[in-house]
């Protein structure tokens, strides 16, 4: 079974922080490089950060030091810590893999920052 579920978003004031969560099924999680993505209104998808299955990690400069991906592979689930949130950060936010993506995408989940 075909499964990417993201949770953990929602609306929060600049400077804040989120913790998102996807869980997916190990066909598409297990011994891949996977990561997040987000499109905000108007605009593309884009990777925001990744990490390997080994758990190296790699950011877009627009969240490097403020993102913080980590994987567990026992659960099959990635996170995404984001602190210091800035409006611009307002998006829909999507995991699977990195770089090229299985078709299947979850509903993802939406972020908010706003004031």
């Known amino acids: 079974q075909v499964q990417l579920v993201e949770s953990g978003g929602g609306l929060v004031q600049p400077g804040g922080s989120l913790r998102l969560s996807c869980a997916a099924s190990?066909?598409?999680?297990?011994?891949?490089?996977m990561g997040w993505y987000r499109q905000a209104p108007g605009k593309q998808r884009e990777v925001v950060a990744h990490?390997?299955?080994?758990?190296?990690?790699n950011y877009a400069d627009s969240v490097k030091g403020r993102f913080t991906i980590s994987r567990n592979n026992a659960w099959n689930t990635v996170y995404l810590q984001m602190n210091s949130l800035k409006p611009e950060d307002t998006a829909v936010y999507y995991c699977?893999?990195?770089?090229?993506?299985?078709?299947?995408w979850g509903q993802g989940t939406q972020v908010t920052v706003s004031s």
């Open positions: 699977n893999r990195v770089p090229i993506p299985v078709d299947y």
């Open positions: 190990g066909s598409i999680f297990r011994f891949k490089t």
């Open positions: 990490v390997t299955p080994g758990g190296t990690t």
